[in-house]
């Protein structure tokens, strides 16, 4: 069974970072299939960062130079940096992969960014 964990969510004041861990078991699969996506309050479910599918990652406007994806293979972990936060990062964090055509997601991790 695919199971992806998240953790390293909190409050923190903006301008403040954090690191969120994403933990893959359940498959061989490369973690570089491994994105992460957020959802606010009363908003969509959106695309942070992507990749790197053969190339370098690609991140949402409102957070490229800001989020920073990276992977540790050896832990079957992805990471995403996120720096000068604001409080419209507040959010429920997702990480999710798609495993012989099937998207899983991790149960999130909230993000609470106060002003």
């Known amino acids: 069974q695919v199971q992806l964990v998240e953790s390293g969510g909190g409050l923190v004041q903006t301008g403040g970072s954090l690191r969120l861990s994403c933990v893959v078991s359940g498959t061989d699969s490369s973690i570089n299939g491994v994105d992460w996506y957020r959802q606010g309050p009363g908003k969509q479910r959106e695309l942070l960062a992507a990749?790197?599918?053969?190339?370098?990652?690609t991140y949402a406007a409102s957070v490229n130079g800001r989020f920073t994806i990276s992977r540790d293979a050896a832990k079957s972990t992805v990471y995403l940096q996120m720096n000068s936060l604001k409080p419209e990062d507040t959010a429920v964090y997702y990480c999710t992969t798609v495993v012989q055509y099937r998207r899983y997601w991790g149960q999130g991790t909230q993000v609470t960014v106060s002003s």
């Open positions: 990749g790197p599918s053969g190339g370098s990652p």
